[in-house]
């Protein structure tokens, strides 16, 4: 994982007040598949882009890796952290990964759009790992 994750999971950690924790990784995702899908394609249109990203902010989700937890919220305009959706253990039982889509043990979905999938893939290893291999001096 790139340093430029991490150091937006820590800014992402600062803005959420989230004490004694490190930022480890992040990845912005959507609520449903169909979402994703649409709003990829309409936020990369000329002048469309910047109206449908703000419309679709509803649908936007956040998934915060620390060095402690995981976290689901769901996103505001600049970054900006809005409710806690979810807050998890690190291990191997909290998040399921299939291709775009990470599932959690409560049943929380996050869907990606299918150009950022491979985001998905890096936030679940970090999860997975997270409590077996120190995550927070991985330098993951």
């Known amino acids: 994982m790139g ?3 991490k150091r937006m999971a820590g800014r992402y950690v600062r803005r959420a007040h989230i004490p004694a924790e490190e930022g480890v990784t992040i990845s912005f995702g ?4 169909a979402i994703a899908i649409l709003a ?6 000329p002048y469309v882009g910047i109206v449908a990203g703000l419309l679709f902010f509803h649908f936007h989700r ?9 976290y689901v919220y769901r996103d505001l305009p600049f970054h900006q952290p809005g409710a806690q959706l979810g ?3 690190l291990g ?6 299939v291709r775009g889509k990470l599932t959690f043990s409560d049943g929380q979905v996050v869907w990606h759009s299918p150009l950022f999938a491979w985001r998905v893939r ?3 290893e970090a ?3 997270g409590s077996t291999l120190g995550i927070g001096t991985r330098g993951l």
């Open 127 to 129: 999860v997975q790992a």
């Open 30 to 33: 959507f609520s449903s598949f």
């Open 87 to 89: 807050k998890y253990p």
């Open 62 to 70: 956040t998934v915060l890796v620390t060095d402690q937890h995981v």
């Open 40 to 45: 990829s394609v309409l936020e990369e249109l």
């Open 92 to 97: 191997p039982n909290t998040v399921t990964r």
């Open 3 to 5: 340093n430029k994750r």
């Open 122 to 124: 890096q936030v679940a």
